[in-house]
């Protein structure tokens, strides 16, 4: 498909021709230009964020094309890029390999590889185990070029990692979420730099994501209903500070970006992060689902009760008053008469059949399953995780939840427990941070094993 000023192309419609059709130039043509130069396509997603940030230019205000020009560049920078996502998401690679998996000549692989060699982004570590002719050298992302920190900014409790770029931990730290958020932004640099970062590292530390239990868009904190970060430029400060890309980004979105990179690698999954509210990360045909304004996701203020409990947001009857773990163990201490109980307590009085905690348990079952059917029938996943402790720690409660959801609507639908628990808003973080510094789109680390590097 050609593009031209005379006959102007919609994004949307370049886009669906480049899926169908797997372009395989990108040449300049006197006032006409083919999109890609030996490339197949194998992911039009990845394309699809290429193009709209690297020819971002020359949209108009209506989205649509009205010269497009090529250059070696250009296609050098996209191809860069192209490899070193192959690389890293195969582990470990060859040069002929990957020259295949893409669609690239060997000669263009080769001459980018000794580029990303040179800075430091990729290593050779040995030879391919073959019988046929010369033993191929097997590629590698330097997972040690770098590091990554991210920080789950939770109500009661903050955590922080640092990783490497295969999002292996260094450290991790825990302390109280200061109450006065005054002190938020001295408290979280203080966290970082009282942890040990890696040594001898050539880039150092190149990216920090920060994840909000609340509402965030375009790096700014729009709403969080249990503590007060409205009026704090977090990024902009902790940027200033530390001079690297530093991301907001809403704690369950960072959840569900752990889980698929890290262990479940579907292409539609919702992730529902039960803590001290109910958030809902989406992803849909493997891209990251926020809606309009970032408040795509707000799982917990869906109503489930018609002029129920006051919820912060304004509303009354949201499902985060009567599923959340700070709701149901609120609910569970006024039960026991207590002012407050934690959730080692209602554990082991659950294990121990209290009446009011199989209570509690019956009003968790009861509202998750009213919400998850009607996520089943809005988005259509094909899998839900759920990241509780209540599911955690009690599995079988997965089974009361799949029994309630028997209808021919949603019979076929799976539902697993969280497989990285609380640290997936972690490792969602640093792969944000990791994505940002590397410039690729899709990363994939589950059922990798990644080789030191020193």
Do not use: W
């Amino acid at each position: 498909m050609f593009m031209s000023s005379n006959n102007p192309c919609s994004f949307s419609a370049l886009y669906t021709h480049i899926s169908q059709n797997n372009l395989k130039y990108f040449s300049k043509i006197k006032n006409y230009v083919i999109i890609i130069k030996e490339f197949r396509l194998r992911n039009p997603f990845h394309m699809q964020a290429v193009l709209m940030n690297r020819l971002d230019k020359v949209l108009n205000t209506k989205g649509d094309f009205i010269m497009v020009t090529g250059s070696k560049e250009l296609i050098r920078d996209i191809n860069t890029h192209l490899v070193l996502e192959t690389i890293i998401n195969h582990a470990t690679i060859s040069r002929a390999s990957t020259a295949k998996h893409l669609g690239l000549t060997k000669a263009t692989v080769s001459a980018i590889v000794q580029d990303l060699i040179n800075r430091k982004l990729v290593v050779e570590i040995g030879s391919d185990d073959t019988n046929l002719g010369r033993k191929p050298i097997l590629l590698s992302l330097n997972k040690k070029a770098g590091y990554v920190v991210s920080i789950d900014l939770g109500v009661d409790t903050t955590s922080a990692l640092i990783s490497d770029l295969a999002g292996e931990s260094y450290c991790m730290k825990q302390i109280r979420t200061p109450k006065n958020t005054n002190n938020i932004v001295s408290e979280l640099i203080n966290l970082i730099e009282s942890m040990k970062a890696p040594a001898n590292s050539p880039y150092g530390l190149v990216g920090l994501t920060v994840g909000i239990h609340g509402v965030t868009i375009h790096n700014q904190v729009l709403f969080t209903p249990y503590y007060n970060l409205t009026g704090f430029n977090l990024a902009d400060q902790l940027n200033q500070h530390f001079g690297v890309p530093v991301y907001l980004e809403n704690e369950a979105n960072l959840s569900v970006i752990g889980e698929k990179t890290f262990q479940y690698d579907y292409s539609n999954i919702a992730n529902i992060s039960v803590h001290s509210g109910i958030g809902l990360g989406i992803i849909i045909n493997d891209q990251l689902f926020t809606g309009y304004n970032g408040r795509a996701g707000e799982f917990g203020h869906t109503i489930v009760e018609i002029d129920g409990r006051p919820c912060p947001c304004g509303n009354l009857g949201c499902l985060e008053q009567y599923v959340s773990e700070r709701s149901l163990l609120r609910d569970f201490s006024a039960l026991k008469g207590k002012e407050e109980m934690d959730f080692e307590t209602y554990q082991r009085m659950y294990e121990e059949n209290d009446s009011d905690a199989l209570k509690i348990m019956d009003q968790f079952i009861k509202y998750m399953s009213v919400g998850i059917n009607n996520i089943l029938n809005a988005y259509n996943p094909e899998i839900v995780i759920i990241n509780s402790s209540f599911t955690i720690q009690f599995p079988h409660v997965l089974e009361k939840i799949e029994q309630c959801l028997k209808s021919k609507m949603n019979s076929y639908i799976k539902i697993v427990p969280s497989a990285l628990r609380d640290t997936s808003i972690l490792l969602g973080g640093a792969c944000v941070a990791i994505k940002g510094f590397l410039g690729i789109n899709n990363l994939k680390l589950n059922n990798t094993k990644y080789q030191s590097h020193q």
